[in-house]
């Protein structure tokens, strides 16, 4: 059973805030991590291009645009107003952080600040609608806390 004013079943508001602290930070690390490989790892824009031979079609620009849109996406349903509904599916592709190490840092220090800004005023029991293509179009109901947990 919720307690009253908890974002979590069974939380009281001080241990819900500390998840929700908990994963800003982790949120946070993974995206860092990212701005890391390009800093300090990456020589060239050509290699966030170039294929993977062991996920043909895939490339590390594509995985790092990936990877970002999925924290985006899901803050950005949770800020709007409701209901809260939330698909993975709709990415934009083809951006110009999958081919550019400056573009790619921008994009994701940019998310970073949106996450900062964002997560602290969003309930861990947020209620989510998650559309999910699988081919055909699949709704399950889900909470924020869920989701980031997820990423």
């Not at 994009?107 to 081919?135: F, K, N």
């Amino acid at each position: 059973m919720a307690s009253k004013g908890t974002g979590q079943i069974g939380c009281s508001d001080s241990e819900s805030a500390a998840s929700l602290t908990s994963l800003l930070h982790v949120s946070k690390i993974i995206l860092l991590q990212a701005v890391d490989v390009l800093d300090n790892y990456l020589t060239s824009d050509a290699q966030l291009t170039r294929s993977s031979k062991f996920l043909p079609g895939s490339t590390i620009g594509k995985h790092l645009r990936h990877a970002r849109d999925h924290f985006v996406l899901l803050i950005d349903s949770v800020t709007s107003p409701p209901p809260h509904i939330l698909s993975y599916d709709k990415r934009c592709r083809n951006t110009p952080m999958e081919g550019s190490r400056s573009a790619a840092r921008a994009a994701l220090v940019e998310a970073i600040e949106q996450l900062e800004a964002r997560v602290p005023l969003v309930r861990m029991d947020t209620p989510i609608t998650l559309h999910a293509v699988t081919p055909e179009l699949q709704e399950f109901e889900t909470t924020f806390g869920r989701e980031d947990e997820a990423h």
